[in-house]
């Protein structure tokens, strides 16, 4: 899993652009979907992911983030199983089920509030994500259950899109 994304803070303003804005602010969903891309063995480019994003509603899809069930309806595009929920008390069998998971969420910092995609895996160790945190210097571990790590994170509005390789 090499080429991985880690944090998109660290990627710099004029590389790899999503609509008018820098990836460093709003390319956390296409980032989400290219790691999940590189945990299930596949070699994308970020440029190939972005454009399919931006493709999907101009200028507005790369402005303002990605809309949560654009992962999803990517990997359904390309005939990529995918369970998708929102219900918290599923999240660990299903993902413990799939060979790769994107978790959309809403987080809250005393006044600032904003949502943020990551690719996650399930692992012997538990589950494993990628470009989690401002400051991730690599993958971040979230435990051995996907509900109570939100829960002790008080993420909200949570989704989960489950994919499986296709046969």
């Not at 949502?115 to 470009?131: D, M, Q, R, S």
């Not at 945190?133 to 996907?146: E, I, V």
Request: include cysteine; proline fraction near 4%.
């Amino acid at each position: 899993m090499d080429k991985m994304i880690y944090c998109q803070r660290d990627i710099p303003k004029d590389k790899w652009r999503y609509g008018f804005r820098s990836s460093a602010v709003t390319g956390c969903g296409w980032i989400a979907v290219y790691n999940a891309l590189r945990i299930m063995g596949y070699k994308p480019t970020p440029a190939m992911v972005i454009k399919y994003f931006e493709q999907q509603i101009p200028l507005l899809n790369g402005n303002t983030g990605t809309f949560v069930l654009s992962p999803a309806m990517f990997f359904k595009r390309f005939n990529f199983p995918v369970n998708v929920t929102a219900n918290t008390k599923k999240f660990d069998d299903i993902a413990q089920r799939s060979d790769a998971c994107i978790l959309y969420f809403w987080w809250r910092n005393k006044a600032k509030i904003g949502a943020h995609f990551v690719a996650l895996h399930h692992t012997e160790k538990g589950f494993v994500g990628y470009n989690t945190y401002r400051n991730s210097k690599g993958p971040d571990s979230y435990g051995k259950s996907l509900q109570q790590f939100i829960k002790n994170r008080k993420y909200f509005g949570a989704v989960l899109i489950g994919i499986n390789n296709r046969e």
